[in-house]
């Protein structure tokens, strides 16, 4: 007997796949970063789900056509769940380098070490102090030691868009974002053990330093392309499309880069296992950003959408703009709710890069910093009004 289909919406499909998709990459390199097999599992969980959500995808394209004409236009939705299986099992794959039992070269524990703000998954116990207690209650940064909450997991379910009103209970497990102490301090709360070493216990040296860094920036662009790349499809952008496959050539470079480091300087030198763990990452980070390229490809080479997939009515002319946020800029610190960015330049920001962390679709309360790296979304003749309001320049 075959498997049970949903009736609903491709785009309510894209949707759930791009939330799905974004927490498996996160995830994934938290396992990777943490040696945490609990984490790892997750990401298995979420690959599951995905392959899931790609039959369904399938299935939906199937039901949708109607003769041969649609056939082409029919095939992107096909491509789109196509590159969505592979950064399942490009994910799957880094989850495997804990489950399997690779040592961790001292270079991840460094990468670790450069973020600014690490992920964190703790579930609630029957004496969790949290339990009994509104969602809205916790988000004072006191309660939560400045973490954030990006999703909840439920009775096997994870919920992203949960309700302001969603009371916590046990079993519920809480994906966080925030820093190395945010994280612990909650780990404290709810009686937990320490998952992260002190930073004065990780000592490296310059090679692992180097290496830290393309590890890091290996997991920025492949975190990003995810993103944009469901965003290419959701808002029918080319030019989001484009900078997917921009970033692509970039994240080749960088992957082929760190393979070249990893051979020449660290072969022969420490635990091989150490290096198969190394040159997996770096290679299922390639892979996510191939899938995500594969993916915005459908809108790059402009094939019409069926009309399943058109999920913007009226075309748009818009183009992508990277903006730095200046030293002394009077945005400095403010909410960006607060600057009516959108309202005065038509520009939107898709995402902020602080550090070596992205923040997507940034909320109205989410404050923005000097050194802030934007990527705006808009019309052409309304970049100079936003990088004015911003204080902000562009860069290429």
């Known amino acids: ?62 039901v949708a056509g ?13 491509e789109v769940g196509a590159a969505a299986d592979e950064i399942s099992d490009a994910v799957a794959d880094l989850a495997k380098i804990v489950l399997k039992g690779y040592p961790l070269h001292e270079s991840i524990s460094a990468a670790f070490m450069e973020s600014e703000e690490v992920i964190g998954l703790v579930r609630l116990t029957q004496e969790a102090p949290l339990i009994g207690v509104k969602i809205a209650e916790l988000y004072d940064p006191e309660k939560l030691a400045g973490c954030d909450i990006l999703a909840v997991k439920r009775d096997g379910r994870w919920l992203f868009d949960y309700p302001d009103d969603l009371v916590l209970k046990e079993g519920d497990m809480l994906l966080l974002e925030g820093t190395r102490e945010g994280v612990e301090a909650v780990r404290s709360l709810l009686g937990l053990p320490s998952k992260f070493r002190p930073s004065a216990e990780v000592e490296v040296g310059e090679i692992s330093r180097e290496l830290a860094h393309t590890l ?20 029918n952008s080319q030019a989001v499309a484009l900078e997917v496959s921009r970033l692509e050539d970039e994240i080749d470079d960088l992957h082929e880069g760190f393979e070249l480091k990893v051979l020449t300087k660290l072969s022969g030198k420490v635990d091989p296992r150490a290096v198969i763990g190394l040159l ?10 191939d899938a995500a390229h594969r993916m915005a490809s459908v809108v790059e080479r402009g094939v019409p959408a069926h009309e399943v997939l058109a999920v913007v009515v009226e075309e748009s002319e818009e183009s992508i703009a990277w903006v730095r946020v200046k030293e002394g800029s009077p945005a400095d610190g403010v909410e960006i709710g607060a600057l009516a960015l959108e309202e005065s330049s038509g520009m939107e920001i898709l995402a902020v890069r602080r550090g070596l962390r992205w923040i997507f679709e940034p909320k109205d309360s989410f404050r923005v910093r000097e050194g802030d790296i934007l990527i705006l979304l808009g019309p052409p003749d309304g970049l100079e009004t936003a990088l004015r309001i911003l204080g902000a320049e562009e860069i290429e």
Do not use: P
């Open 1 to 62: 007997m075959g498997r049970a289909v949903k009736q609903r919406t491709v785009r309510d499909i894209l949707l759930e796949m791009k939330d799905r998709s974004e927490l498996a990459v996160s995830l994934a390199y938290a396992a990777v970063m943490y040696n945490d097999e609990e984490i790892a599992d997750e990401v298995l969980e979420l690959e599951n789900e995905l392959d899931e959500l790609r039959y369904e995808l399938s299935v939906r394209a199937i």
């Open 66 to 78: 109607r003769s041969f004409e649609e056939a082409e236009e029919l095939a992107a939705i096909l």
């Open 280 to 289: 997996r990452a770096a290679s299922a980070a390639e892979r996510i950003g």
């Open 216 to 235: 890091q920036l290996l997991r920025a662009h492949s975190e990003l392309m995810v993103y944009l790349a469901y965003a290419a499809m959701l808002m």
